[in-house]
């Protein structure tokens, strides 16, 4: 079961006062505080929010709230939070003003990286992570890269000195060039730390003379800004600036708070105490753009929207400041919802459900995240046709799951229940009434992320394959190995077609790769399908030779006798 997928069906199904398309999360809802710096959305497909009065994580349903206790190192940093990135880890790096955190997924707990050993409070903003190096910059280092596998660190540009007024830290790692951008009162600086060459963007060379108050890169290495109404491009090649006029939407003096490229890179997200502009930056003008409208429900909450994304998914996110989180949904993504409550079990009714499976004895076992796993035993003497539940049980990391986040869930052919969680497998011993926990060891120089289960499913002489954020790995009497040697992160996606002896697995942000498995050693067919596509799901339909495939992009109609695709349906957004 896919974060990203569920997610969008528990926003549908949020009891909020909004209607169709719109959402709004308040402080009511459990957030820390209404005034966010920065949204971010993982590569498990969590939102993290990140405020001044601590770092918030929502999954479509619920919020979890971590926040600084000054006696508790290993709580998050005081202060002020400013930027969130994700290490190759899975960790995430997060600026605070006291210092540099990281958060520990195996442990849940935070690390914290004080400047120069020392314990004094600078307020530090992260802005860059790749496979090595999270970047950062604070008042007392400057611009720094940390190697956080061997902790070592070095300065990026040693001349530089920063100040923290200097405009809330916005800064930007070129895309393409050896260079950091950062947003001064002098304008838009660009330090090429190879040559040690500078580039200014100042307003004087800007079209309406305005300072420049947000600035983002496109994936081409483009700079955009905002100067008053106007959105202008750099080129950094020809140094020439194209500009665009920014729709009047409230009819007062605009000013930008942030910018910042969708995830398709094909749009620029705009926000301001004007609203939301999403730019298209395919075609170069103003795609649609949101408003606040008194006492509707259907539009922002107010003018000021101080930050905002576009995701994977085409959702907006926005923080109408102060209040808290506008979620803005396509319009493809509309649902009726029906108010069930069968059980009347307390928290379980609140949970977000990630997995379900039947038993031999036709009782459930039920997934979630942050409450572990529920057991719903069903009446066997039931008279009716209609399932009658007598008993809720629980199981938590008391009861051996590796942790309460749990991904999803099969029964092997022997009737055991299995259980992939965020931090590994488990199986239920029914003798001992607790779960055992089976974690894989195959990959240690990836151990997280080879421990974080997207998906598993049933595969031949009764092994099961997971699907992790390390590639493929193959479970078989309770022993992990890996089943190949591709090491791509998985969308969650698994289907094994046991007649035709291949097995379909949808590769984050690549889309779907096909292995040949007639050999001991599985083969991975040379054509990748789909694409760019972050492939969700697969359904079989029954007696035939169609596979539907549900992705980020659409729904697809595939032929896996002649493996083609022959009929697509996008997702359009109005």
């Known amino acids: 079961m896919k974060c990203s997928v569920l997610l969008v069906w528990l926003l549908l199904s949020l009891p909020c006062v909004a209607q169709e398309g719109y959402r709004h999360i308040t402080i009511k809802n459990g957030l820390s505080q209404g005034s966010i710096n920065t949204i971010f959305k993982d590569s498990r497909g969590f939102i993290w929010l990140a405020s001044q009065a601590g770092l918030n994580r929502y999954d479509g349903s619920n919020i979890k709230v971590y926040q600084f206790i000054d006696d508790d190192s290993t709580t998050i940093g005081g202060g002020d939070l400013r930027g969130v990135v994700e290490d190759a880890n899975g960790d995430l790096w997060i600026g605070s003003g006291d210092c540099l955190n990281r958060f520990n997924r195996k442990s849940n707990n935070f690390t914290r990286f004080y400047s120069n050993n020392s314990r004094r409070s600078t307020i530090t903003t992260v802005f860059y992570a790749n496979k090595d190096e999270i970047w950062y910059i604070n008042e007392e280092e400057g611009i720094m890269a940390l190697n956080y596998k061997s902790f070592h660190k070095r300065k990026i540009w040693k001349d530089f000195i920063y100040k923290a007024d200097y405009l809330s830290g916005k800064v930007k ?19 090429n730390y190879q040559t040690k060459e500078e580039i200014l963007i100042s307003p004087k060379i800007l079209p309406n003379k305005s300072d420049i108050t947000s600035f ?9 800004g905002v100067s008053g109404s106007q959105l202008w491009k750099y ?20 000013t930008t708070y942030d910018i910042k490229e969708s995830f398709d890179t094909q749009k620029l997200v705009i926000s301001g105490n004007y609203g ?22 259907r539009s922002l909450s107010n ?6 994304i576009l995701d994977d998914q085409q959702i907006l996110w926005a923080n109408p400041d102060p209040v808290g989180i506008d979620v803005i949904l396509p319009q493809h993504f509309q649902i009726n919802t029906f108010d069930s409550n069968p059980c009347d079990f307390g928290e379980f009714n ?26 719903i035993k069903m009446n066997p003497n039931r008279t009716g046709m209609v399932e009658e539940p007598i008993s809720l049980q629980k199981f938590t990391t008391k009861d051996g799951l590796p942790d309460h986040d749990v991904n999803d869930i099969l029964i092997d052919a022997n009737g055991i229940v299995w259980v992939a969680t965020f931090l590994g497998m488990a199986y239920f011993d029914k003798q001992k009434k607790k779960f055992i926990p089976v974690l894989n060891h195959a990959d240690p120089n990836n151990y997280v992320n080879a421990n974080y289960v997207r998906e598993i499913c049933r595969y031949k002489d009764n092994q099961i394959l ?64 789909l694409q760019g596509f972050n492939v969700m799901e697969c359904y079989r339909q029954p007696n035939s030779d169609i596979l539907w495939i549900s992705s980020n992009k659409g729904l697809i109609k595939f032929d896996v006798k002649n493996f083609k695709c022959f009929v697509y349906l996008p997702i359009k957004v109005d």
């Open 173 to 191: 790692k070129d895309p393409i060039r050896p260079i950091v951008w950062i947003l001064l009162p002098t304008g838009v600086v660009g330090l």
């Open 276 to 297: 939301l502009v999403v730019f298209d930056l395919l075609q170069e003008r103003i795609g649609r753009y949101y408003t606040h409208q008194l006492n509707n429900a």
């Open 303 to 308: 003018w000021e929207i101080s930050t905002a």
């Open 350 to 375: 609140g949970a977000s459900i990630r997995g379900i499976t039947e038993d031999q004895e036709h009782n459930l076992w039920v997934g979630s995240i942050d409450e572990g796993i529920w057991y």
């Open 466 to 529: 997971l699907s992790t954020m390390s590639g493929l790995f193959l479970l078989k009497d309770k022993h992990i190995s890996a089943f190949s040697k591709d090491k791509e992160p998985g969308s969650g996606s698994l289907y094994y077609d046991a007649s035709a002896q291949r097995l379909y697995v949808g590769w984050r942000e690549k889309g779907l790769a096909v292995y040949s498995t007639k050999t001991e050693k599985p083969v991975l067919l040379p054509q990748l399908f």
């Open 235 to 254: 080129s950094v090649l020809s140094k020439k600036i194209k500009s665009f006029k920014l729709p009047n939407l409230r009819g007062i003096s605009p």
């Open 216 to 224: 983002e890169l496109d994936a081409k290495g483009n700079v955009w």
